[in-house]
């Protein structure tokens, strides 16, 4: 069974500080790794993913992040972070199954 | 991104009526997915469908039903609503490399009193 871990329920940064988010996910092999984006009252957007190859991926919006294998993590990235950021974060993995398991999202909020 | 519509967008019912959300999708995509959101819990799969009169359960399955009878349209009924099934409930495809990119709809919030 594949199952992801989002340790941090909210966080809290000031605008043009750095970011990152982590994302934990248990899976018997290399999964497919993505990081959505959900503004209030908004569907999901892709931000990234990770299929294979290079560990480091980058998204859009100025985003990155780094698979680990090592560690089973996936944490997604910014260098700053702009007061447009402040959203909701999901992490997720696709394993063999043909559906996505999603973490239970991280709270951005932006201070100005 | 895909294009993908629910609807009705918003929707308040009573305890024990039939329920019926729509997703239609352009894209031709051959996966659908139906989720719900609740605080906490992220996004749980409900059904998902891998092509016409094809589906399966998802992990949040019990008091739903789904139908597929054509590519683009994907329906998600609550025989008889409950309380715990209010939520925000989103529809999704399956595209790109191999489907494993998930594309989302905007969302219906439905509330049953």
């Known amino acids: 069974a594949q199952s992801v871990t989002q340790p941090d329920i909210h966080i809290t940064v000031s605008e043009g500080a750095s970011l990152e988010l982590r994302c934990n996910y248990s899976y018997g092999a290399t999964p497919y790794l993505f990081w959505y984006v959900q503004s209030p009252g908004q569907g999901l957007q892709l931000l990234l993913k990770?299929?294979?190859?290079?560990?480091l991926v980058q998204g859009i919006k100025g985003f990155e992040a780094e698979f680990k294998r090592s560690q089973s993590s996936f944490n997604l990235r910014k260098p700053s972070v702009h007061w447009s950021d402040a959203a909701e974060y999901f992490c997720a993995v696709k394993g063999s199954a043909r559906q996505l398991t999603f973490g239970s999202g991280t709270q951005l909020t932006v201070l100005p | 991104d895909a294009g993908i519509t629910q609807s009705p967008r918003h929707k308040v019912t009573e305890t024990g009526t039939p329920v019926t959300l729509r997703c239609h999708q352009t894209?031709?995509?051959?996966?659908m997915y139906w989720y719900r959101q609740d605080p906490g819990h992220g996004l749980r799969l409900i059904h998902y469908?891998?092509?016409?009169?094809?589906?399966d359960k998802g992990e949040v399955s019990d008091g739903y039903s789904v139908s597929r009878s054509k590519t683009e349209d994907f329906l998600l009924t609550l025989e008889s609503a409950t309380s715990s099934q209010t939520s925000v409930y989103f529809c999704?495809?399956?595209?790109?490399?191999?489907?494993?990119?998930?594309?989302f709809g905007p969302g219906t919030r439905l509330t049953v009193l």
């Open positions: 894209e031709n995509h051959r996966y």
């Open positions: 990770y299929f294979s190859g290079d560990t």
């Open positions: 999704a495809t399956g595209g790109g490399l191999d489907h494993n990119e998930q594309f």
């Open positions: 469908s891998y092509g016409v009169k094809d589906t």
